[in-house]
């Protein structure tokens, strides 16, 4: 039997959590994390010596806790996992598995691992809709203002504004004025007065508004105002600063007058979350768009089970969702990894979903109406201007990628890929995919699937001689 | 995560078992677990490269990995994603520069070990 036969990617609160519960119930397991602490985005630690430790609640600060030193857990931080495949024939090699093989560059070269069970939990990251100006320094996704708060202890900026949509924003704002930061002020796009149309799914996480409320309390206590129905739709230089110029806009976010402009040392910006789903799309794993809120995700059954045998997806890659959903789903990703190892059986894993398969409806429920309440409809594409970049990789600019479509009568993303050069950079299209589909599903009246942009044999840029370097390999089967 | 005596309000913090780094041929005093990233922005230094085509400055985005905009050459070696390596003593780091994008992924020049 192989000694170390479970993979996790990701040591987000979904990766730890099915790792703890793979490890307590006897099985050796591998977490790989591109990190260099464990805890992923939510459960990020500080890095820099002498920061004081960020506060979590007690479920998810246990999950750090109990996994640190765990004699079944092996951790492989700074690795990034650059490629996954599954062995599509079914073959009977020692280790009875799928023929599972992921490849990783870290930081004393290449490792290959070959586990019998995999779970991919490799959550997202923030989802931001383009702008003129969105390409400045100084100009920052909302988490990675939040993260380098929480790991570094270091401010964007002096004064910052936090704008875009959803609850994210009250935390960042929070977080950074605690962190010593002058918060200008909080533009939501969205209206919360929504909120009153989803009262049944926020009974069924009442900790969840006691958060918000908490939040809000903080931002009132040090009067930073809070713009509902108002975006960011230019950012321009502004001395050794930059200028935001906030404008009212409607249910669609069709942009009207300006209410504003805001000089600060940053702009911190979040249309929500797009969840990392391509190592399971290498994998063969099925996707859909969910219907939450319209980005690609991971099937998964009612076991956390991919469409590919030996391969499970927990957290934010099956649906943006929250920790607390992404722990939930990983600890039942954990138990399904022990029922299909045999570790544990049918009647005693019965008995632990059920719970756990309950408390995950309950957060996809409050998820759902989270996304409702703030939506990100298509009128942003109306602030864009000719020259606003959509693809930051290549510099291809909002006019080029219209008058591409139009000159070449382009109507699905794969050319435009080609033509435009859009998605085909260092990042492939995790930034600019979905806005790309977007603009050309406005233009060719054609929705778009997003995962032209998923589907890639190696999922991070390496240095070529690691593609042809085989790596150690980590499994002792 | 209440910090009153924040790092960045005084530049980056000194400590005794921290060390120098070398940022665009100045010597930067810097704490160990520190990423490239934050060092530069504790020296009020937003950009980190500029772009291939038209030449425009860049600087941290999404800060963990994804976008590849925080791009850096780190000891001679180029394309590093500053956002995700902590700093080594000895380190020579170079900002402003054009790092060429990989036109395909495995074309890519280098890249970092987290
Ligand atoms: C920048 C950012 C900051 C956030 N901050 C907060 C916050 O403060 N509070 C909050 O409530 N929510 C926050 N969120 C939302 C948060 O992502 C989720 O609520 C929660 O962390 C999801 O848990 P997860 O386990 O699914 O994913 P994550 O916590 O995102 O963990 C996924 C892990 O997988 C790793 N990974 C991904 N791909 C690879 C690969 N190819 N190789 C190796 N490792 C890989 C990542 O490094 C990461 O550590 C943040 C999101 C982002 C993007
Ligand atoms: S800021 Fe996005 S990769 Fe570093």
């Known amino acids: 039997?192989?000694?170390?036969?479970?993979?996790?990617?990701?040591?987000?609160?979904?990766?730890?959590?099915?790792?703890?519960?793979?490890?307590?119930?006897?099985?050796?397991?591998?977490?790989?994390?591109?990190?260099?602490?464990?805890?992923?985005q939510y459960l990020r630690q500080p890095a820099v010596a002498g920061l004081p430790p960020a506060r979590h609640p007690a479920a998810a600060e246990a999950l750090l806790d109990r996994t640190r030193d765990h004699p079944r857990i092996t951790f492989l931080l700074g690795h990034q996992v650059w490629q996954a495949t599954a062995d599509p024939t079914p073959h009977l090699d020692n280790r009875g598995g799928p023929g599972l093989t992921l490849r990783l560059l870290g930081p004393v070269g290449p490792v290959t691992l070959h586990p019998s069970v995999l779970v991919l939990a490799p959550g997202g990251h923030d989802r931001v809709v383009p702008f003129p100006g969105w390409d400045l320094p100084g100009v920052v996704t909302a988490g990675a203002a939040q993260a380098l708060a929480k790991g570094q202890g270091v401010l964007v900026g002096r004064r910052v504004l936090v704008a875009g949509t959803g609850p994210f924003l009250l935390t960042v704002a929070a977080g950074l004025a605690a962190a010593g930061a002058e918060v200008a002020g909080v533009a939501e796009a969205s209206r919360i007065s929504r909120w009153g149309r989803h009262l049944g799914a926020i009974a069924?996480?009442?900790?969840?508004?006691?958060?918000?409320?908490?939040?809000?309390?903080?931002?009132?206590?040090?009067?930073?105002?809070?713009?509902?129905?108002?975006a960011v739709t230019m950012v321009e230089p502004y001395g050794d600063r930059l200028r935001a110029t906030l404008r009212r806009v409607d249910a669609g976010w069709r942009p009207g007058p300006v209410t504003r402009t805001v000089a600060v040392d940053a702009v911190c910006v979040g249309h929500g979350f797009t969840p990392s789903v391509e190592l399971a799309v290498a994998l063969g794993c099925a996707t859909h768009h969910d219907p939450a809120d319209g980005s690609l995700v991971v099937d998964v059954d009612d076991n956390q089970a991919s469409t590919v045998p030996g391969v499970f997806v927990a957290g934010e890659a099956t649906g943006v969702g929250g920790a607390d959903v992404a722990r939930h789903e990983g600890t039942l990703a954990g138990l399904a990894v022990l029922h299909r190892l045999g570790r544990l059986d049918t009647a005693a894993y019965e008995r632990a979903a059920g719970p756990l398969r309950r408390r995950i409806d309950r957060g996809r429920r409050f998820a759902t109406a989270l996304h409702r309440v703030y939506p990100v409809p298509d009128g942003w594409t109306h602030w864009l201007r000719a020259d606003t970049v959509l693809c930051r990789c290549e510099e291809v600019t909002v006019g080029r990628t219209r008058s591409d479509i139009a000159a070449y009568g382009i109507d699905d993303l794969r050319a435009l890929k080609l033509v435009t050069r859009i998605g085909m950079g260092r990042c492939q299209g995790?930034?600019?995919?979905?806005?790309?589909?977007?603009?050309?599903?406005?233009?060719?009246?054609?929705?778009?699937?997003?995962?032209?942009?998923?589907?890639?044999?190696?999922?991070?840029?390496?240095?070529?001689?690691?593609?042809?370097?085989?790596?150690?390999?980590?499994?002792?089967? | 995560m209440s910090q009153p005596d924040h790092p960045s309000a005084t530049g980056v913090g000194s400590s005794a078992n921290g060390f120098e780094i070398t940022v665009d041929g100045v010597r930067v005093p810097v704490r160990p677990g520190q990423t490239i990233a934050a060092v530069l922005l504790g020296t009020g230094r937003p950009a980190t490269r500029l772009t291939r085509t038209q030449g425009r400055p860049r600087g941290l985005f999404c800060g963990i990995g994804t976008c590849f905009d925080c791009l850096v050459v780190c000891n001679d070696e180029p394309g590093v994603r500053s956002c995700l390596r902590p700093v080594a003593p000895g380190d020579v780091i170079r900002t402003g520069i054009v790092i060429e994008t990989a036109a395909a992924p495995p074309m890519g020049t280098g890249t970092d070990h987290g």
Not at chain 1, 206 to 218: D, Q, V
Not at chain 1, 442 to 459: E, K, M
């Open chain 1, 1 to 40: 039997m192989a000694e170390r036969q479970v993979a996790v990617v990701g040591a987000g609160p979904a990766g730890l959590a099915a790792a703890l519960a793979a490890a307590d119930g006897g099985a050796e397991v591998t977490v790989v994390d591109l990190g260099a602490l464990p805890g992923g």
């Open chain 1, 204 to 230: 069924g996480v009442p900790g969840k508004i006691g958060e918000a409320f908490r939040y809000l309390g903080a931002l009132r206590r040090r009067r930073i105002p809070i713009w509902s129905g108002e």
């Open chain 1, 430 to 477: 995790r930034i600019c995919g979905r806005a790309a589909a977007c603009l050309l599903g406005q233009v060719s009246g054609r929705s778009q699937p997003l995962d032209t942009f998923a589907n890639r044999h190696i999922v991070m840029p390496v240095p070529l001689g690691t593609v042809a370097e085989e790596g150690t390999t980590r499994d002792s089967s």
